[in-house]
């Protein structure tokens, strides 16, 4: 059993920013856009739209500077991200304790941690944003695939099994 490096308050946020948002299935309403996540999204039921799409409407830039450790544990440490993405990663870091966050005495233990923390939540925001939508995806079209060409729909196709190799020769 893994243990959580600290209980999260991330559902009571999503509550709130339901709430805010004024629907449970908020998502960008700039055609094509698709961000659904809460964490990124301004406005209300209707008119509600990610920050990115809300910067580029008020003339601002979509990119934003982020500092993975804090400003204070590593102001040196910069990176740009787009901004729905900055918004998922402050987002995660609300739930580190408050003593990581701040480090006021410049404790190179705390300093370490918050690098650690912010390198863990890089991962998960990859496995949420970019790889959960890819896997929804992929089972998705096995479903489509089965339904139109049957169970073995590949071979149907003739397309090779790419994770036995076999029939790899298109
Ligand atoms: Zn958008």
């Known amino acids: 059993m893994t243990k959580r490096l600290l209980p ?3 559902e009571a946020r999503a509550e709130d920013a339901f709430e805010r948002l004024g629907t449970r299935s908020p998502h960008c309403s700039v055609p094509g856009c698709g961000e659904s996540d809460w964490r990124a999204l301004t406005g209300a039921y209707l008119n509600i ?3 990115e799409h809300r910067c580029a409407q008020q003339g601002r830039s ?3 500077r982020h500092h993975p ?4 544990n590593n102001p040196k440490m910069e990176v740009t991200m787009a901004a729905n993405d900055h918004r998922v990663m402050d987002d995660y870091k609300v739930d580190w ?3 990581t966050r701040r480090n006021p ?3 190179p233990a705390l300093r370490a941690a918050a690098n650690l923390r912010s390198a863990r939540d890089w991962l998960v925001m990859i496995a949420e944003r970019l790889l959960a939508p890819v896997i929804a995806w992929l089972e998705a079209l096995e479903k489509c695939m ?7 729909w590949w071979e149907a196709l003739g397309l090779p099994n790419m994770l036995t190799g076999r029939g790899a020769e298109l």
């Open 8 to 10: 999260s308050n991330a």
């Open 146 to 152: 089965r339904k139109r060409h049957g169970p073995r």
């Open 69 to 72: 450790a804090g400003r204070k």
């Open 49 to 51: 739209k990610c920050y």
């Open 97 to 99: 304790p408050e003593e």
């Open 62 to 64: 979509t990119v934003e």
């Open 105 to 107: 005495e410049g404790s």
